[in-house]
């Protein structure tokens, strides 16, 4: 699915690769008081095949992870609080911590 994916927005491949360094250089909190790292960005990836829309739902995300313009001291951009909200949804291991240590297990 993700050779389909990158087929249909090849764009994208750009964008994750510049999130995921984004990710290494600096890892934001979440607004549960997680961290968002690069590792926990590519499990977007489960979704995909999910839905009928969830190739354009994770293409319209990945054009809201920075905010526009603005840029850190350390030369990064900031992410949004839109895309660390979704990012928080999308991987609820905070409230679920038995869940996280058996999911992680599987790969």
Not at 17 to 32: D, E, F, G, W
Not at 34 to 49: D, N, S, V
Request: proline share 7%; with cysteine.
């Amino acid at each position: 699915l993700n050779r389909r994916y990158y087929a249909n927005y090849p764009d994208d491949v750009r964008r994750v690769k510049r999130i995921c360094r984004a990710l290494t250089a600096r890892q934001p909190a979440l607004p549960s008081g997680g961290t968002l790292t690069a590792r926990r960005f590519l499990q977007l990836g489960m979704g995909l095949g999910s839905s009928p829309g969830s190739f354009a739902h994770l293409h319209r995300l990945l054009g809201s992870v920075f905010v526009d313009g603005a840029a850190r001291a350390d030369g990064w951009p900031d992410f949004s609080r839109s895309f660390l909200r979704v990012m928080d949804g999308a991987s609820p291991f905070d409230d679920h911590p038995l869940y996280f240590l058996l999911h992680e297990a599987i790969y």
